[in-house]
T-cell receptor
Framework: AQKITQTQPGMFVQEKEAVTLDCTYD???????LFWYKQPSSGEMIFLIY??????QNATEGRYSLNFQKARKSANLVISASQLGDSAMYFC??????????????FGKGTSLLVTP | DGGITQSPKYLFRKEGQNVTLSCEQN?????MYWYRQDPGQGLRLIYY???????QKGDIAEGYSVSREKKESFPLTVTSAQKNPTAFYLC?????????????FGAGSRLTVL
């Protein structure tokens, strides 16, 4: 079963506007971590932000913030003041504390974001 | 600068040939991983290694093999048994810690089977 679901295959946003990329997850493990990565067209994966399941506050990193709603099992990424360089694929990922894959991450299928002038 | 180096960046292979993708890291990370990326599929875990001389199968290990003889190196061999090897392959590493165990990725290797 898919553990990470990203329902938006593609999104458009105008430069300087904010955009929310959706991510829902499925786990029965009380201890887990949620990650967002950016993948530009060059292919490398760039870490953006992390949220632990026990963290009381939503994570923020510069223009990135994570809207963590634990009861709804959602971890949406909010990008404020979008820039043209934000155009890329965005992946949500999860690491479970009781995973049988060590510390590997389980990735969603991604959302393609296009920022327009 | 610390990081992960993957080579080659592009690789073409004829059907029936084995190919080996190189992954080297100088981050002193204990754990290393191989992921495969297909269009619209996200990243899927092939193999991972938490310590030298030990590795475990991921979700799609069939047709692949790995070795971990040195901490810095985790090469992936795509064998002729892999039915659909054309894909983008990403290597990653991480420290062996709980919490924000951030994976650092290489730039990837794109394999095309002719």
């Amino acid at each position: 079963a898919q553990k990470i679901t990203q329902t938006q295959p593609g999104m458009f946003v105008q430069e300087k506007e904010a955009v929310t990329l959706d991510c829902t997850y499925d786990t029965s493990d009380p201890s887990y971590g949620l990650f967002w990565y950016k993948q530009p067209s060059s292919g490398e994966m760039i870490f953006l932000i992390y949220q632990g399941s026990y963290d009381q506050q939503n994570a923020t990193e510069g223009r990135y913030s994570l809207n963590f709603q634990k009861a709804r099992k959602s971890a949406n990424l909010v990008i404020s003041a979008s820039q043209l360089g934000d155009s890329a694929m965005y992946f949500c990922a999860m690491r479970e504390g009781l995973s049988n894959s060590g510390y590997a991450l389980n990735f969603g299928k991604g959302t393609s974001l296009l920022v327009t002038p | 600068d610390g990081g992960i180096t993957q080579s080659p960046k592009y690789l073409f292979r004829k059907e029936g040939q084995n190919v080996t993708l190189s992954c080297e890291q100088n981050l002193n990370h204990d754990a290393m991983y191989w992921y495969r990326q297909d269009p619209g599929q996200g990243l899927r875990l092939i193999y991972y290694s938490q310590i030298v001389n030990d590795f475990q199968k991921g979700d799609i290990a069939e047709g692949y093999s790995v070795s971990r003889e040195k901490k810095e190196s985790f090469p992936l061999t795509v064998t002729s048994a892999q039915k659909n090897p054309t894909a983008f392959y990403l290597c990653a590493s991480s420290p062996q810690v709980s919490g924000a165990n951030v994976l650092t990725f290489g730039a990837g290797s794109r394999l095309t089977v002719l």
